[in-house]
């Protein structure tokens, strides 16, 4: 946890600035003791700040999430246009992913290029923050509720999984990579069957429930506010 980490860091500290204290060359015992003091005072101020800045932080992004998304699909033009000569798309439908689509998901700016394979349950979804960054996402729902994903994305967003869903996130995984991961990572649950037709519904009610959970408990975590400063 974000919380204990920093909390043991704040210990070390804490203990190296006591060793200083006791080797310090100043004579007068209230002089050294005032010292700690202003050393000890000005660490928690700064442990102060950076907390006030990560729920800061946190709060912006918390507000920005949309309690739901929607695809909208886009012309049959804009999948020859994006999928010509496009390595993931090459790689998905070479492991025999069928493609359904490409999507425009405007509540989070993004476009989302569709994949199924049916013989194995497995979803994928091309992402494209255009401009910025692209990345790979394969899924799978099992027929108990849990749900597994694997992506190679370059940022993690530092947010908690919800009880049931293990996300792994691998920046630098090719798309072959990122298949044979969520293949080994999978274990002997049934996983529920999936049609073309399921795949926006299935991701929209995933993310719904995700949200949900989250303001459930109260939105950002401390922990989370914490890793998502790190990574900004």
Not at 132 to 139: A, N
């Amino acid at each position: 946890m974000a919380t204990s980490r920093t909390i043991q860091r704040v210990i070390i500290v804490v203990l190296m600035l006591f060793i200083l204290w006791q080797l310090s060359p100043l004579r007068d015992p209230h002089t050294k003791w005032l010292t700690f003091a202003i050393g000890v005072t000005f660490l928690c101020l700064l442990l102060g700040l950076r907390l006030f800045y990560a729920r800061r932080v946190a709060g912006k992004v918390f507000q920005r999430l949309p309690a739901t998304i929607s695809f909208i699909q886009e012309p049959s033009a804009s999948w020859k246009k994006m999928g010509e000569g496009d390595r993931a798309f090459e790689e998905l439908e070479a492991m025999r992913f069928v493609p359904i689509g490409i999507f425009r998901i405007p509540e989070l700016g993004i476009l989302a290029s569709g994949f199924v394979r049916e013989e194995d349950q497995l979803a994928a979804l091309v992402f494209e923050l255009p401009g910025v960054t692209r990345w790979v996402e394969v899924f799978l729902e099992y027929q108990n509720g849990d749900s597994l994903s694997v992506s190679n994305a370059q940022l993690s967003s530092g947010l908690d999984s919800m009880p049931g869903e293990r996300s792994v996130n691998q920046k630098g995984l090719s798309v072959r990579q990122v298949v044979e991961r969520i293949r080994l990572e999978r274990g002997a649950g049934l996983a529920r069957t999936i049609r073309a037709s399921d795949l926006t519904r299935l991701y929209r009610e995933a993310y719904r429930r995700k949200q949900e959970w989250r303001r459930s408990r109260g939105g950002i975590t401390t922990e989370e506010a914490l890793r998502m400063t790190r990574l900004r």
